[in-house]
């Protein structure tokens, strides 16, 4: 399990975020991008029980942070997640401070059907609808979190609107209607980054990456 990667202040946006993303591309930086992406696609091999652990860090990111997400992530381990009884497993989220141990703990004991199928989803040659399966079929994954989770196990087809993303881009499109409670209003959001990613020959996970360092000083996952 990865520990958190050291906090560096945020970096100063210079023009457009287009721009600023060239520079980093071209920058020392770059390197540490690469070498999380290629953690990330280690994921295409690993066991099933790993990338459930990836889900399950997903699911416990939503409405709180990446570091409170890798904190319990750490403290429960793949065992945990794969075997505690529910009681056990929200004692246990209890125990690390995360604050919504009692819905994340039944999410991720009613998702454990899934276990066996991951593997074959995120080698699909339709990473569009592996996402739609996760989110039909898990409670607690929306289209935020099924993004974060692919691209975390090397689908790089996707980026994760999340708040930090979101100000970026009112910042540079003030008058971008930016919203992603609905489903068509997260794609037509989604958008807006696949077409940035497009013009830097970048993958959309990829160039989030360089986003999430630009606005908040650190790479995570």
Known sequence: MESLSPVHEPHE????ILETVRQMVS???AQDVNRKADEFRAFKAASKESIFGELCFCLLTANTSAE???RTQQAIGPDGFMNLDQISLRNALRNTKYRFYNLRSEFIVESRWIIDELPSLINSDDPFSSREYLIENIR????????HFLRNVGVFNFAILDKHI??????????LNIKVASR????????VILQMAEE??????????FMWKIATGKLIK
């Open 166 to 175: 979101l100000r970026m881009l009112l910042s540079e499109k003030p008058d």
């Open 140 to 147: 607690g994954i929306g289209y935020k979190e099924a993004s």
């Open 68 to 70: 409170m997400g890798v």
């Open 200 to 209: 830097m020959g970048l993958q959309p996970g990829i160039l989030d990456l």
């Open 27 to 29: 920058s020392p930086f």
């Open 13 to 16: 946006q210079q023009g457009s």
């Open 184 to 191: 068509k209003n997260y794609l037509a959001t989604e958008q």
